[in-house]
């Protein structure tokens, strides 16, 4: 069967290939400052429970792996899943004792059961339809493993104005073909009825960029890091942050849930 045929794997293969060449022009592709990985990792922190444990970790989206920094204080093993041969090319030169593999979230190829916490590094925003992906990560996960996802918030003033397709003031530099920026509704919905409980979900800030795809925007780029770490601090971020964190958990089974 042609791949193109298949609207899923098409558009996964035109992400692949936007990502191959974005990486392969500039060496790699890094738009978080490290403090961003670090307001992540202590927004997970903080949603697992104290006795979580050391974890098995499936990454998908990992990129060119800077996302692994933010899951290594908890994970007992860890894999990332890219579409992006190239981004992975990088990942494994740079972190060679980590296990890194192309692979399409919406068909993974591990058996059911087998990882602690599936994490969406900015992705299911790169899918224009994430369920498959969302069902493939409860099949993985083992009863009560966790589900954790960070992604664009269409409810950020500069996400909706700058990144959505349908805005008038849409900026298309640097965008891949399916990206778009979600609603937290939207994201909440789709978890459940993928069968995901306890989710908990709020907007995050504090997530600065070492750079924007949009060139001439980088002018603006300390106002804009210095709003965004405001927007935190006084509160305004648990709603209307430019991201939306994500986190629910697989039921233990006899739970009553699917």
């Known amino acids: 069967m042609r791949t193109d045929s298949n609207p899923s794997v098409s558009s996964a293969k035109r992400e692949a290939e936007f ?7 500039g060496g790699s ?5 490290e403090a961003a990985w670090r307001t992540l990792a202590s927004r997970l922190e903080r949603l697992l429970p104290p006795d979580a444990g050391p ?3 499936l990454d998908v ?4 792996g800077s996302s692994e920094d933010l899951y290594r204080p908890i994970a007992r093993s860890y894999v990332g899943i890219d579409l992006s041969m190239t981004a992975l090319a990088v990942a494994h030169r740079n972190q060679p004792e980590a296990q890194w593999l192309r692979a399409d979230a919406g068909v993974l190829p591990y058996r059911d059961r087998s990882f602690d916490l599936v994490a969406f590094s900015s992705v299911l925003h790169h899918m224009p339809d994430f369920y498959p ?20 918030n269409l409810l950020h003033p500069a996400m909706a104005l700058l990144r959505h397709p349908r805005s008038p003031f849409y900026l298309s530099e640097g965008v891949s073909p399916n990206e778009r920026p979600l609603l937290p509704r939207e994201l909440r919905r789709g978890f459940a009825t993928a069968g995901f409980s306890s989710i908990r ?4 800030a504090a997530i600065p960029y070492r750079r924007l795809a949009v060139g001439v925007l980088n002018r603006l780029l300390p106002i ?30 006899g739970s009553g849930h699917s």
């Open 61 to 64: 989206g990992c990129g060119t």
């Open 19 to 25: 990502f191959d060449g974005l990486v392969a022009a």
């Open 29 to 33: 592709y890094e738009p978080f400052a």
């Open 201 to 204: 979900q709020r907007g995050q």
């Open 55 to 57: 974890l098995a970790i």
């Open 224 to 253: 804009y890091n210095f709003l965004d770490r405001a927007m935190e601090q006084v509160g305004i971020g648990r709603w209307l942050g430019p991201f939306v964190v994500t986190f629910a958990r697989r039921p233990h089974e």
């Open 133 to 152: 992906a969302l069902r493939e990560a409860f099949r993985v996960l083992r009863p009560g493993g966790f589900v954790f996802a960070f992604d664009p």
